[in-house]
């Protein structure tokens, strides 16, 4: 039976979303965002882990959002890992969040939102973290968006230069500016294609496998804003093969992960 098939029959091959979130969000109502509901929606498609990072965390209280992410990787270990989220508007928590956290069991690497906290991803307020990262060859999901702003294609591409070190999501990859960003995950070992958004746009899974390679390609769905299930459907109903899917689906992030969990046993 193909990949295909074999999910619309419940079965499938492992998944991991590496772009997820969790809790509620403001003025939206987004009815799984409570950890167990989300727990139980990973179940019914058949994703065996997420990396989140929480709307309050993001959004809201930094630091309070930063401890809701390290209660459920605790309370749900192996089913959800956590990315620290770090606020460039309040620099002078970075270290102390960063401390806090990477060094954590399931805590797998750090979430930034440039175009949110209105702030240049190649700004002074984000050079701590990327020195950290660089330093600590650790993961890092960026929000990106088209070719210019606070983290379009032409801004990652100096960080991309910048730190080579750096395990770089491009979370949207680049949305809409999808030749810069194939581009740079095809002209950077460590830099990949993140699929949430994306995924959506006809031809492009199969542009990124063309050009980038199945290898760079990432699956995350900001859950619990999508659900899994349709996202899996972009994938495995591309023109892609199957051994391209299981990267896309699993083997790329499994890499990365298990890479940061073995520096945190
Ligand atoms: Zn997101």
């Known amino acids: 039976m193909n990949l295909r098939d074999a999910f619309l029959k419940g079965g499938g091959c492992p998944v991991i ?43 809201g209280d930094t630091r309070e ?32 969040e960063l401390d806090r956290y990477l060094h954590q069991p399931g805590v797998v690497g750090v979430k930034i939102h440039p175009a949110s906290h209105e702030c240049p991803v190649d700004g002074p307020d984000y050079a701590p973290v990327m020195e950290r990262l660089e330093a600590e060859r650790g993961l890092l999901l960026s929000h990106t968006w088209g070719s210019e702003g606070t983290c379009g294609a032409r801004k990652m591409r100096v960080i991309a230069e910048q730190y080579p070190n750096i395990r770089l999501l491009l979370g949207h990859s680049c949305y809409g500016a999808w030749a810069e960003a194939i581009a740079l995950a095809k002209d950077f070992p460590n830099v ?3 699929l949430t958004a994306a995924a959506h746009v006809y031809g492009l899974i199969e542009w990124m496998c063309r050009e980038a390679g199945s ?16 996202y899996i459907g972009f994938v495995t109903f591309a023109h892609i093969d199957e051994e391209a899917m299981r990267n896309i689906l699993y083997n790329n992030a499994r890499g990365l ?7 945190r046993k």
Not at 17 to 42: K, Q, T
Not at 67 to 96: D, F, K, N, S, W
């Open 17 to 59: 979303d590496a772009h997820a979130h969790m809790g509620p969000f403001r003025s939206i109502y987004l009815p799984e965002a409570g950890r167990d509901s989300m727990v139980a929606g990973m179940e019914r498609a058949g994703v065996e882990a997420i990396i989140v990072s929480p709307h309050d965390a993001l959004f």
């Open 192 to 194: 990949y294609l993140e």
């Open 65 to 96: 959002g930063n401890a809701q992410m390290l209660e459920a990787v605790q309370a749900c270990p192996g089913r959800i890992y956590g990315y620290c989220t770090i606020h460039p508007g309040y620099p002078r928590e970075t270290a102390g």
């Open 215 to 230: 290898q760079k390609v990432v699956f995350g769905t900001d859950y619990p804003w999508f659900d899994p299930a349709v």
């Open 257 to 263: 992960l298990d890479e940061q969990l073995a520096k």
